[in-house]
């Protein structure tokens, strides 16, 4: 491939990862809970931010791939894995690694969610805010796009996107009703 056509690949998979993942993350906090998604099913909210989860990993493996196999830019397989390594801008470059890497800690929690519980599987999950914080400043830092005024409006209502779920899940938690106390059913037989 022509280094102009992964440049292109890098390019457009790094502005379409932005908001996706954006959207991921506001719908986590949206599913929190069991909220839905409108009048939708409480089963529709999970369902659309897993299936979009997967979606930004097709795209970051396309990003990712881009990005190592463009002879313009120096960064190599290893700095995938290895955060500060590449020669391409070092360290926004790194920071992008450093997402990748708080990125294969929520995927695997969440593949073995079932066996590590949710206390655990919450606990790593919560990794999502870093990595998105990590991966807006990659964005900003080494992203061309994200330095036009169209690019940084993208950033700035992908942040506010971001704090309105959360503003909204707050408000929503505070109002919600308690938990009615559980009373014994007419059927039982009262305690004398």
């Known amino acids: ?3 102009e056509l992964l440049w292109a690949l890098s390019r457009a998979s790094g502005l379409v990862l932005l908001p996706l993942f954006t959207l991921v993350v506001v719908l986590g906090v949206l599913a929190h809970g069991g909220r839905r998604l409108g009048r939708s099913p409480r089963v529709v ?7 979009l989860a ?3 990993l097709g795209f970051l493996l396309l990003h990712v791939g ?3 196999a463009d002879s313009f830019v120096d960064v190599p397989l290893l700095a995938v894995v290895v955060p500060f390594s590449a020669g391409y801008e070092r360290f926004w470059t790194g920071l992008g690694t450093v997402a990748v890497l708080l990125l294969v800690a929520v995927v695997a929690t969440s593949l073995a969610r079932v066996r590590l519980g949710r206390r655990v599987w919450r606990a790593v999950h919560a990794l999502a805010w870093p990595f998105l914080a990590v991966s807006l400043a990659h964005a900003l830092g080494v992203g061309t796009d994200t330095r036009t005024p169209w ?3 993208l950033a700035t209502a992908c942040v506010g996107a ?6 909204a899940g707050r408000r929503r938690d505070r109002w919600r009703p308690a938990d009615p106390v559980r009373r014994p059913s007419v059927l039982q037989e009262s305690p004398r």
Do not use: E, N, W, Y
């Open 151 to 153: 690019g940084l409006a």
């Open 54 to 56: 997967l979606a930004a």
């Open 1 to 3: 491939m022509s280094s």
């Open 66 to 68: 881009s990005v190592v």
């Open 45 to 51: 909210t999970p369902l659309v931010h897993r299936a």
């Open 162 to 167: 971001v704090v309105a779920a959360v503003v």
